[in-house]
């Protein structure tokens, strides 16, 4: 794929010509039935005599430890007279090279990949996906430095696809001001296909895909537009400079997000019955708002990222949780689901939540703190079940405290007044996450109330009161069908609560 060249492209070159280290991968891709990368990593000027370096552990948007590292085989490194030079592993993900002061060497080696999943790298005859935290290391310490990587796709292969801006006049190749754009930077390479392109706000959004299927496309662009444009109409603002979504499977729907990009597995079969429809568009706008909630709008914890050991946090519950509350609303607003639609959405979540007894055993702050050792959807080889899922119990919450807000304002205020400033106040003005502190601060701000009752909902296990909270909006569920329907007879603010809520 080749990419507009933009002035910032040209200021990135000056940058990493005027660095003194320098650092540039080559991926090559010559057998992939075999399902290996190889790796090369010029370095230049490397300070020091000795250079320990490490491939994460994790990867920022899924929580788990991966350990990519034993994955590398073949591990050599040599200098610019072709000799070897001496390393040994000093920890699981860290190879400790000795070497000359400023000395060049040259380190390659192969990743084996097993797995077709947007969380680890993988390559088969079909196509090739990068998940750059699985592929590249980096030198300890200096995460701050710039790369290049050249990809030399597999003979027959077109296209390759990324967030990273590419460098003019040379082949597939891109740059990262740092390691921590390199790790947010997956690639997917092949003969892909590129849907019809659309802006936003002049800015240009791409989807790129292996095998999307029959359906069909422009209708769908046509959709996706929508998603995007309510999205960035809730917060206000477009941080990048161009979106891609990178679609590598049409199997499963896992999805991790980036700063400018998310990689996803996406059918557009998915687009031919109402249903699977509204499924999959809920599951792209979820994608796409993470752009803002969790890679933007964080929690302290999450940046700089700890790729040695992974970073825990209380606040999954409103990264995750409240990017499925969102992801159901922007489609509605967007006009493409209706508001049963919606709210049958709503009652799967809380169906899923109420009837597991885990419900009484773990909150939703120990859900996100404890899915680094419960896995994604909570643990699953217990005899009974005792975690929860933050994506069950986390939109439900957000939906309570959305009404609650809106009931205490009059509804002149709403929790997108919360993704708004916590996006104004930490990312744009103090560059850094939030506390759980100053999230309360913000809500309480805005409410006007301090809403002890919903802040008990996240760090303990007391039973939600349904009736009050969606009586806030004028509905009500039905409590063994968990069916949510309005009220009839509502009052002039239920009625504008529920209204504004669903954006008619
Ligand atoms: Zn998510």
Not at 101 to 113: E, L, M
Not at 241 to 257: A, C, N, Q, W
Request: with cysteine.
């Amino acid at each position: 794929m080749t990419r507009r060249i933009t002035l910032t492209l040209s200021i990135c070159l000056i940058n990493l010509i005027a660095t003194a280290q320098q650092l540039h991968f080559t991926v090559s891709m010559e057998q992939p039935a075999n399902h290996y990368f190889h790796v090369e990593l010029r370095c230049s000027a490397i300070k020091d005599t000795a250079t320990d370096f490490k491939m994460p552990v994790w990867t920022p948007g899924y929580y788990q430890r991966m350990d990519y590292a034993k994955n590398v085989e073949h591990f050599t490194v040599k200098n610019a007279a072709g000799d070897t030079i001496p390393w040994h592993m000093s920890a699981g993900n860290t190879w400790h090279i000795s070497h000359q002061k400023q000395a060049a060497f040259t380190i390659s080696y192969d990743v084996k990949t097993v797995r077709l999943f947007v969380g680890t790298p993988y390559i088969d005859e079909e196509r090739a996906f990068i998940r750059p935290a699985g592929v590249f290391i980096h030198p300890a310490g200096r995460i701050n430095l710039p790369a290049t990587v050249q990809i030399k796709p597999y003979t027959g292969w077109n296209n390759v696809a990324t967030g990273l801006d590419s460098v003019p006049g040379r082949s597939f190749t891109y740059t990262a001001s740092n390691f921590d754009v390199l790790y947010d930077s997956p690639f997917l390479i092949g003969n892909l296909e590129e849907l019809p392109a659309f802006t936003v706000r002049g800015i240009s959004h791409r989807f790129i895909g292996y095998e999307l299927g029959d359906f069909d496309r422009q209708a769908f662009m046509n959709d996706l537009k929508k998603i995007i444009t309510t999205a960035t109409d809730l917060i206000g603002d477009i941080p990048y400079k161009h979106y891609t979504f990178l679609s590598i499977s049409p199997r499963g729907m896992g999805g991790i997000e980036q700063l400018n990009s998310t990689a996803i597995s996406f059918s557009g079969e998915s687009q031919n019955d109402t249903a699977s429809r509204i499924r999959a568009l809920n599951f792209l706008a979820h994608e796409y708002f993470h752009h803002y909630n969790v890679k933007r709008i964080r929690p302290i914890e999450l940046g700089p990222f700890d790729y040695d050991n992974g970073s825990r946090t209380n606040q999954l519950w409103v990264s995750e949780g409240l990017s499925v509350y969102y992801e159901y609303l922007i489609v509605k607003r967007a006009g493409l689901s209706t508001e049963e639609d919606l709210l049958n959405a709503f009652t799967g979540n809380i169906k899923a939540f109420e009837k597991g007894i885990g419900k009484r055993y773990q909150s939703l702050q120990q859900a996100s703190y404890e899915t680094w050792s419960d896995g994604p959807f909570g643990r699953k080889d217990d005899k009974e079940n005792k975690t929860i899922s933050y994506y069950d119990k986390g939109p439900v919450v957000g939906m309570l405290f959305d009404f609650t807000i809106r009931q205490k304002t009059n509804n002149k205020k709403s929790l997108d007044d919360v993704m708004r400033t916590l996006y104004k106040e930490y990312y744009q003005k103090k560059q850094r996450g939030f506390t759980e502190e100053e999230l309360r601060q913000v809500i309480t701000k805005i409410a006007g109330d301090p809403l002890t009752e919903l802040f008990d909902y996240v760090y303990t296990t007391k039973e939600l009161d349904y009736t009050k909270y969606l009586g806030y909006a004028g509905l009500s569920m039905d409590t063994s069908t968990y069916k949510i329907t309005r009220l009839p007879n509502p009052t002039s603010l239920q009625k504008k609560i529920v209204s504004s809520w669903l954006g008619e």
